[in-house]
């Protein structure tokens, strides 16, 4: 992908009680540069709040005085901020092509293709080229950018900030956290920067950004950042930087600093309905970053732990149907044959927390897995049959890719309520599924539009493999373990299937009159 930009989006939340009344301690907190003032809050009238006294109002600390310039911190930096280009010599069928998840038909397809309106498709029959920023992180002329900047080039050239032009090599890249390490020898110690630690960055602060959009040069922009922890789809390991400083196409693979002019986020993708800035960009945290160039620098490959499970978000409803007295940690749905994990965890076991670290949504553990190193042992706490239990298990190394098999088949169809209608497994439909003989379950028929089999998420071609602590061997047992959690008193009971070659589990509210 010789392009420099991927979108993504977020939901913007609105204001609530809670946020105003924040606000509106932080107005009357607010002093001017050239003497104290007073705001009076929008509320001050009502009643309800003139009785209200100081100490009950959020404390807000006293406002930072806002950065006069960021010049110096500029200044600093830019020596150490290039240019990176690429040059495709082969002739290749462009079809620009997302390299996050399949988003046709979604509302992000249109943005999509606008996102993309700058770039030829079809036949290229000469040489394609595209533009990047990197920047300096050793004297010895170490250089980070994207992968997706430097993705299939048959030359990368950089061009310092003196306009000095220099070949470089790729030293390694990580198409999971689209990270890339480039060489160059200048033949004299070059400027660099240091990484800073985004862990203490906070939703707020302001940072600067350098890069080159659209190949004019050097350019600066500042903002804050407005948000953490965001997940755009575009990779296992999603846990980016949100920040309003302008990114343009050109600017991918450029650093964002904090105002101690430290890197604290390489700059990767951005949110656009029309291809430019609208002050929705995604940045790398450095503290995701440091360890793979590491690797990188040393190696030229990256590894990382493995267990060897597919995980799924444990929802409210499976929360309930699981004994769990809130929706934490990441659900267990498939452990993967010979996998590190085979024996030590099972189906429908939720990861509580992994060596000490407490796993809050499902996201948290592929990450914290991936840190960890390949034959370490780990200790995991986890949920297993209405209690918690601590094991060990010995990390694996993660495999480039992992393969899996495709079902998904209509049939004549026999109903268990709930708008759910399934037949049995016979030999016919084993071979047109691709099933194997040990693969034991009920095919789902039929899901009826809007009803509660499909508001929990089964799908027709779905394989019930498990409803509740049922096994089940034969379509007839379904209805009847239904029965049984209903009668226990559960509001939903957790069932497992299977979906092309993944097992996942999914909560199944047990109210008829949902259905």
């Known amino acids: ?76 930096a830019m020596p150490a901020v290039v240019n990176v280009s690429v040059t495709h010599d082969a002739p290749q069928m462009v079809t620009q092509q997302w390299p996050g998840p399949d988003l046709r038909g979604t509302p992000f397809d249109d943005l999509l293709r606008r996102f993309h309106q700058g770039m030829p498709e079809g036949p290229q029959q000469g040489p394609m080229q595209g533009l990047g920023t990197g920047f300096i992180i050793d004297a010895d002329g170490l250089i980070v950018t994207n992968n997706h900047v430097v993705d299939g080039a048959d030359k990368v050239m950089v061009t310092l900030s003196d306009g000095q032009e220099l070949p470089a090599t790729v030293v390694g890249t990580d198409p999971h956290t689209d990270l890339a390490l480039l060489r160059v020898e200048a033949g004299e110690p070059l400027p660099f920067v240091a990484f800073g630690d985004s862990d203490a960055a906070h939703v707020g602060d302001w940072v600067v950004s350098i890069g080159d959009p659209f190949g004019l040069g050097g350019s600066v922009t500042a903002g804050i950042i407005s948000a953490r922890n965001r997940d755009i789809n575009a990779g296992p390991y999603d846990d980016y930087l949100q920040i309003d400083a302008a990114i343009n196409r050109g600017n991918s693979g450029g650093p964002t600093f904090n105002l101690s ?49 597919s995980v799924q978000e444990v929802t409210p409803d499976i929360a ?12 267990v749905s498939t452990v993967f044959p010979d ?86 497994l016979d030999p016919g439909i084993r071979d047109r599924l691709g099933l194997s003989s040990d693969v034991e379950g009920a095919l789902v028929a039929k899901v009826v539009q809007g009803s509660a089999a499909e508001r929990a998420g089964i799908a027709e071609g779905d394989v019930i493999l498990r409803v509740g602590d049922q096994a089940i061997t034969d379509h007839r047992q379904i209805a009847a373990a239904m029965a049984d959690a209903a009668s226990d008193g559960r509001a939903s009971v957790l069932v497992q299937v299977l979906r092309q070659g993944q097992e996942r589990f999914v909560a199944l509210p047990l109210d008829s009159a949902a259905g």
Do not use: C, Y
């Open 261 to 309: 002019g430290e890197v604290i986020g390489i700059n990767t993708a951005i949110f656009s309905p029309n291809g430019g800035s609208v002050g929705i960009g995604f940045a790398i945290p450095s503290n995701m970053a440091r360890p793979i160039l590491e690797q990188l620098a040393e190696t030229g490959v990256v590894t990382r732990g493995w267990l060897g499970v």
């Open 320 to 331: 309930e149907a699981l004994g769990l007295d809130q929706p934490a940690g990441a659900l």
């Open 339 to 424: 996998a590190p994990a085979a024996g030590v965890l099972e189906s429908g076991d939720v990861v509580l927390s992994f060596n000490g670290q407490d796993i809050g949504n499902v996201d948290d553990l592929p990450r914290i897995v991936a840190q960890a190193s390949p034959e370490s042992t780990a200790q995991m706490q986890i949920w297993r049959d209405g209690e918690t239990e601590t094991v060990d298990v010995t990390l694996g190394k993660r495999p480039d890719t992992t393969s899996v098999a495709s079902i998904g088949e209509r049939a004549p169809s026999e109903d268990m309520g709930l708008g759910l209608s399934v037949m049995p």
């Open 1 to 76: 992908m010789t392009q420099d930009q991927r979108a993504a989006t977020t939901g913007p939340k609105g204001m609530t009680g809670k946020a105003r009344r924040r606000l509106t301690a932080a107005l009357l907190a607010t002093t001017a540069l050239a003497g104290a003032f007073v705001v009076a809050s929008p509320w001050s009238h009502h009643p309800a709040w003139a009785e209200r006294t100081a100490t009950e109002a959020v404390a807000t600390p006293a406002p930072a005085l806002l950065p006069g310039s960021f010049a110096q911190i500029v200044e600093g």
